[in-house]
């Protein structure tokens, strides 16, 4: 049985006298899914910034790969992709421009999983980003991410921009890409009507605690 991917023991975590949550423990194994769900200031972003070593709870630890994520090394932190708000950053730029100008930065870099997103879209190589619709340019974000062809994906609110036909597109997708890989997700949202499509495990946050902590199958 391979060691969990993400090991979270006992977080706790305030901002000033308000406390976000207390003692919050969970681990994702390998090649699973698991969804934190819950309404916008539960605690979702801040389980991502502690994750990725950019705020450091009041008491508590993360582990990802067997390693402290505040001493982890910049190997293994290149085995993680991560998606902050889901927005493109170089609008300027064409589908394939953006493509070509992303894989310079990423050795494992597959342009299969961009490309066969962008298929589903039905958007031409040459379109120009600033040029699509909200949801389009969410799309794009969470393409360059799959190229990335990263062992752990981080998304948070990976839904923000998105509509309905665009989530679900993206839900299907996003899950067949992940278990035909292998790969361990973990991702937020406070929409949570196509989450049982596509999480394993789920932790649905209130302020200050955890409401339900176990596998979507038992929960639904």
């Known amino acids: 049985m391979p060691d969990p991917v993400i090991e979270c023991r006992n977080l706790t975590h305030r901002y000033g006298e308000r406390l976000i949550y207390e003692n919050l423990s969970f681990e994702v194994p390998h090649g699973r899914i698991l969804g934190l769900l819950g309404k916008n200031g539960t605690g ?4 991502i910034n502690i994750l990725n070593g950019y705020l450091e709870p009041v008491a508590g630890e993360c582990l990802i790969f067997g390693e402290n994520i505040r001493t ?5 932190r290149a085995r993680i992709a991560l998606l902050l708000e889901g927005h493109v950053q170089y609008a300027f730029m064409t589908i394939r421009e953006i493509e070509r100008f992303y894989s310079q930065y990423y050795p494992r870099w597959d342009a299969r999983a961009y ?3 962008m298929e589903l879209l039905a958007v031409a190589p040459g379109q120009r980003i600033a040029r699509m619709s909200c949801g389009q340019r969410s799309q794009v974000a969470l393409g360059l ?3 990335q062809n990263a062992d752990l994906m981080i998304l948070d609110d990976f839904s923000m921009g998105l509509d309905p036909g665009y989530r679900r597109l993206f839900v299907e997708y996003l899950r067949d890409y992940a278990r035909s890989r292998g790969t361990t997700v973990f991702l937020t949202s406070h929409i949570i009507q196509d989450m049982e499509k596509l999480i394993d495990d789920c932790i649905v946050m209130d302020y200050g605690r955890i409401l339900v902590q176990m596998p979507a199958g038992d929960l639904l």
């Open 44 to 47: 979702k972003t801040t389980t």
């Open 72 to 76: 982890m090394r910049p190997q293994t």
């Open 115 to 117: 490309y066969g997103l």
């Open 145 to 147: 991410i799959l190229a």
